[in-house]
């Protein structure tokens, strides 16, 4: 990874934390004193989650960066949700509480082998999901976020070219959505298609009466019967709608937590994963690389801190106001 040698200065933060401390209280606690503001992704730990001043989907999150005025962004998140905070609030200090929090789409493009795939499609609008590293961010027109992805897409001429990456089911998505035919990166989210089809199959003949809905970075054959498709705060939205008391979500099992303190009286079940773990769902090692213990130590040390080359700030900030423009 690009930021091992930031990993290897930081390496201290995973030291323990003082005994009888009470967690929360401290967190809390040095989050006032350090006019500090905590942004979380709803696939964090729900513990992080109670935490959090704000949570929600990607494009939610990058908006709460931008318009931050604390001191200090505490992104509970990944690295390419901390990098993006970075770019559009660069005054401020953004601390992600472990640098290891990757994305398997942001890690499937690195900036060498992109640039070659954009020498192959040399006037086509390069549009980067915001899975991406900032470098990819910085190579490309416009990003978008798996609840602006259509709307993006539906923005460009219909006589350009149009390349999209990182993540090939949201890619196909969108064109199918919009009947644009693109050059689609083949990245894809390791949490997303390791949900089983066949498992699925079973559980939905269990809950005939239950509604499946689904994330668009999900496979195209478990997109095809989900009845809903949307970003992680629009399948929040969607569960709260009246009528329906059953739903099988199709996306990481972190936003349960969310749904069931929305609709405590609705059944919501996670999708199977094909590799079962403790919850049997599909859960995101990065996103659950925060921690409690990790968050009072990034708030205590103010550090593991992200920091970007000024060049690359300005062309993944460029790309990114492309987006929030038309957001
Ligand atoms: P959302 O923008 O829908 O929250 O998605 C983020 C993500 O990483 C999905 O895997
Ligand atoms: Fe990346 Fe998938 Fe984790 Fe989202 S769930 S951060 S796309 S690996």
């Known amino acids: 990874m690009l930021f091992e040698k930031e990993i290897e200065r930081v390496g201290y933060l995973s030291r323990s934390i003082p005994e009888g401390i009470n967690l929360q209280e401290e967190i809390i606690r040095l989050k006032k004193e350090k006019n500090a503001v905590i942004l979380a992704h709803y696939y964090v730990h729900a513990d992080i989650q109670k935490l959090a001043d704000h949570i929600g989907d990607s494009l939610a999150l990058a908006q709460a960066s931008k318009k931050a005025k604390h001191d200090i962004i505490v992104f509970c998140g990944v690295h390419f949700m901390a990098e993006t905070a970075k770019i559009l609030n660069p ?42 590293s900032a470098r990819v961010k910085a190579m490309s027109d416009i990003i978008c976020t798996s609840s602006n992805a259509v709307k ?54 269990k809950h005939p009466e239950a509604e499946l809905i689904a994330h668009p970075e999900c496979l195209p054959e478990i997109l095809e019967k989900a009845h809903f498709i949307g970003s992680t705060k629009s399948l929040l939205e969607y569960v ?14 972190g936003i349960l937590y ?57 062309g993944a900030e460029k790309a990114l106001n492309n987006m929030l423009l038309i957001s």
Not at 105 to 128: G, R, Y
Not at 166 to 187: A, C, F, S
């Open 258 to 314: 969310k749904m069931r303190e929305s609709v405590p009286g609705k059944t919501i079940i996670a999708a199977p994963a094909i590799e079962s773990n403790s919850c049997a769902c599909s859960e995101c090692p990065y996103m659950k690389m925060n921690t409690l213990e990790k968050l009072y130590n990034a708030l205590y040390y103010e550090l593991p801190e992200i920091n970007l080359a000024e060049d690359i700030m300005q």
């Open 240 to 253: 709260q709608k009246p009528g329906v008391d059953s739903f099988i979500v199709a996306t990481e099992a």
């Open 91 to 132: 005054s401020k200090k953004v601390i992600l509480p472990d640098l290891h929090a990757g994305c398997s789409l942001a890690d499937s493009a690195d900036e060498i082998a992109f640039q070659e795939f954009k020498n192959q499609h040399p006037n086509a609008v390069v549009v980067s999901y915001i899975n991406c």
């Open 152 to 205: 993006v897409v539906e923005s460009i001429p219909p006589d350009k070219e149009i390349i999209f990456a990182p993540d090939q089911n949201l890619g196909k998505y969108v064109e199918k959505v919009t009947g644009r035919k693109m050059h689609i990166w083949n990245g894809s989210c390791i949490v997303h298609v390791n949900i089983s089809m066949d498992k699925l199959n079973a559980l939905m003949q």
